[in-house]
């Protein structure tokens, strides 16, 4: 008979990349498509695109995961087939409903801190120095909003990734991938306490890891920041 240890190890070890895999994809998504629309909304706030970009976030956020998944399955399962596949795992294309899926709340944090950091960022008195100074304007929002707003982003990134993680468990069932949500959602409803333990635990530590990250990007991108 096989150590249980070994077993929980063997499937942690095929399901966790999985997972990693789709955490990791969603929470790029977010930052690529969440930065450009927070930058956009600050430098148009109070108009029409700023109340667009914030009615759209908002969405993202107010709709869950799995709803949406269940929305993706029927789009692409029954009005538009053969686009994209609904179920399985083993090509790039099975990642790509469940990736927005994830991304799509991520999106609308990422939008909503890159605002309000920008903003913030633009009001400080070096922004205005170099105004005066005749320094161009988009290398000046660039250069010095920016880059200097990426702080407060990455406070938002660093924990998403092991929290969406968490939140493959339901995409994960819907879409029919073999991921750590399968082997935990297993677990809990057959009361397979060892792997149920070990899988918070790896949860638990994936969460602190990515604080420690962050921590050391912060010092990174931020010389006043020091370790």
């Known amino acids: 008979m096989q150590n249980p240890s070994l077993q929980i190890a063997a499937q942690l070890k095929q399901t966790l990349p999985v997972s990693a895999l789709l955490a990791f994809g969603s929470v790029l998504l977010s930052v690529v498509i969440g930065v450009p629309l927070g930058i956009i909304a600050a430098l148009k706030r109070n108009t029409w695109i700023d109340y667009v970009v914030s009615t759209v976030s908002l969405a993202g956020q107010a709709i869950p995961a799995f709803v949406l998944a269940v929305i993706m399955v029927l789009l692409f399962g029954v009005v538009f087939q053969g686009i994209l596949p609904v179920t399985g795992w083993g090509s790039w294309k099975d990642a790509v409903l ?9 999106i609308g944090v990422v939008a909503r801190y890159m605002r309000g950091s920008l903003i913030e960022t633009l009001r400080l008195d070096y922004i205005r120095t170099a105004k005066a100074k005749g320094v161009k304007y988009w290398p000046m929002v660039m250069k010095h909003g920016v880059k200097n707003s990426l702080t407060a982003m990455i406070t938002v990134v660093g924990p998403q990734f ?3 993680v ?5 995409v994960e069932q819907i879409f029919a991938i073999p991921g750590l949500g399968q082997v935990m959602q297993t677990a809990f409803t057959s009361f397979d306490y060892p ?11 994936m969460i602190m890891i990515m604080n420690l990250l962050v921590d050391i990007i912060y010092a990174v991108i931020d010389p006043r920041v020091k370790l």
């Open 166 to 170: 968490m939140g493959t468990i339901w």
């Open 98 to 106: 469940p990736v927005i899926c994830l991304a799509a709340a991520n």
């Open 162 to 164: 092991a929290f969406t």
């Open 195 to 205: 792997l149920a333990i070990t899988s918070v635990f790896l949860l638990g530590s």
